[in-house]
T-cell receptor, first 111, second 113 residues
Framework: GEDVEQSLFLSVREGDSSVINCTYT??????LYWYKQEPGAGLQLLTY?????DMKQDQRLTVLLNKKDKHLSLRIADTQTGDSAIYFC???????????FGGGTRLMVKP | AAGVIQSPRHLIKEKRETATLKCYPI?????VYWYQQGPGQDPQFLIS???????DKGSIPDRFSAQQFSDYHSELNMSSLELGDSALYFC????????????FGQGTRLTVV
């Protein structure tokens, strides 16, 4: 079955770059996503990447995909205290398909 | 822009009671998903609907049922509630033909006491 894994915790200083990593096992994964969840709040879609791409950039966010190693990363440039949240990696096999989430990485940004 | 609306935001029920959670997708979205997120857990897929028909089924207990109505809103019905059902329940919607982004609502926090 599908399995998506992330490290539990990441701490960075304000202004530094953050890199959150994710690995997945399902070869059928077609779309890979990053969601942000602040305490007690819903899931905010940050960005997504198709499996035929290896990089996508959106303002401070850069997604890198190594399809061979099934490794996905999210880089946040110039990390701010407002970026402190839990970041979930997720994958799906296609449009309209269910999402399988990783366990989430708690990002703490220190002033 | 309109987002996914869930109601109620908070719900407290006793064991063995029933609960109904409602979800109003983004206008013109044709696919609705339900997820359950336990404390400190990642969201787990329960069930989805496409054009009012059940599309996919995940780890939804038999005590739960869901449907999507003609106006595309969806309801998750939960019976014989157990303490372990306490969780955040998210609804998400997407437009299948246009893209793959699923947009999530703010969730309903269900507490079973």
């Amino acid at each position: 079955g599908e399995d998506v894994e992330q490290s539990l915790f990441l701490s960075v200083r304000e202004g530094d770059s953050s890199v959150i990593n994710c690995t997945y096992t399902d070869s059928s994964s077609t779309y890979l996503y990053w969601y942000k969840q602040e305490p007690g709040a819903g899931l905010q879609l940050l960005t997504y990447i198709f499996s035929n791409m290896d990089m996508k950039q959106d303002q401070r966010l850069t997604v890198l995909l190594n399809k061979k190693d099934k490794h996905l990363s999210l880089r946040i440039a110039d990390t701010q205290t407002g970026d402190s949240a839990i970041y979930f990696c997720a994958e799906s096999e296609g449009a309209g398909n269910m999402l399988t989430f990783g366990g989430g990485t708690r990002l703490m940004v220190k002033p | 822009a309109a987002g996914v609306i869930q109601s109620p935001r908070h719900l407290i029920k006793e064991k063995r009671e029933t609960a109904t959670l409602k979800c109003y997708p983004i206008p013109r979205h044709d696919t609705v998903y339900w997820y359950q997120q336990g404390p400190g857990q990642d969201p787990q897929f329960l069930i989805s609907f496409y054009e009012k028909m059940q599309s996919d089924k995940g780890s939804i207990p038999d005590r739960f049922s869901a449907q999507q109505f003609s106006d595309y809103h969806s309801e998750l019905n939960m019976s014989s509630l157990e303490l372990g059902d306490s969780a955040l329940y998210f609804c998400a919607s997407s437009l299948r033909m246009v893209g793959t982004e699923a947009f999530f609502g703010q969730g309903t926090r269900l507490t079973v006491v």
